[in-house]
């Protein structure tokens, strides 16, 4: 969260002269950029969850933090800027585990990404496998169907909600990964979503920056190679490193290439 506030202030500081180089590139270079639309659907949704997060108790958002999602919340990005996020997916190179921008690469990793989202791993494996009749009772409060959960339920369930017990840690969790940490392609969740946060004193233990990482790589690299129309994951962790970079490490940027949307 820190880093993010740094990050922020230090381009609020700039001259409007430097400023102007990161919010805006040469006219030929701007009307490429606007002209083109994005190439893929992404369901991570961060102002979806600023709402739902904007709308919590006091007490529920320190049950929040309980389950490790503290610094999460705290996160003001506005929009996932989608045309800066296809030209970033373009720049990552799977097998290197990076990505290159303005010739630096930047290394992705399990660590990177809690760094910047602010989650951790806990030493337990998140799982995906096993007796789904443990999660029936979830199911059925979710309104569950053959394609899954519903995640506008979830938001729905989240905005009536004036509780901070156990169920609503269930859905605060599910709804955290599935519209900001490492959501699909589309807006159903799999059943097998709840089997490693049916236990809530367990949930801050697993090892979520390591499984979100995972499903960002899993699904950048199912874009490229078989043509998809979605890119699963979370690309809000491309989106704040590459701020990062350039506003914070002061990586020099070509001003012909793409702009910087703050």
């Known amino acids: ?133 443990e999660v029936s009772g979830y199911l059925d409060r979710f309104d569950a169907t053959s394609n899954g959960i519903n995640i506008k339920k979830l938001a729905e369930m989240l905005r009536e909600s004036k509780q901070a017990d156990d169920a609503f840690k269930v859905i605060f969790t599910l709804f955290t990964l599935h519209s900001m940490l490492c959501p699909t392609g589309g807006v159903h969740i799999c059943p097998s979503s709840l089997l490693s946060i049916k236990d809530v004193n367990t949930i801050r233990y697993r090892n979520w920056a390591t499984f979100c990482f995972g499903r960002l790589v899993q699904g950048i690299m199912r874009y490229k190679q078989e043509k998809l129309g979605h890119i699963g994951g979370c690309l809000l962790y491309l989106q704040i490193l590459y701020i990062n970079s350039v506003a914070y490490w002061k990586v020099q940027r070509d001003s012909s290439m793409c702009p910087v949307a703050l």
């Open 1 to 133: 969260m820190q880093m993010r506030k740094e990050i922020g202030m230090a381009f609020r500081n700039l001259p409007p002269g430097k400023k102007c180089k990161y919010t805006r590139v040469g006219q030929g270079a701007v009307a490429h950029v606007k002209g083109e639309k994005p190439k893929f659907v992404s369901r991570c949704v961060p102002e979806r969850f600023a709402v739902v997060v904007a709308n919590l108790m006091a007490e529920q958002k320190a049950v929040t933090c309980s389950l490790g999602f503290g610094k999460l919340i705290e996160l003001n990005c506005g929009r996932l800027k989608t045309k800066l996020c296809d030209w970033l997916v373009d720049r990552v190179d799977i097998a290197r585990s990076t990505l290159l921008v303005h010739g630096k690469e930047l290394e992705l990793s399990p660590q990177s990404f809690g760094y910047v989202m602010g989650i951790s791993d806990g030493g337990m494996h998140v799982e995906l496998n096993g007796d789904m009749k």
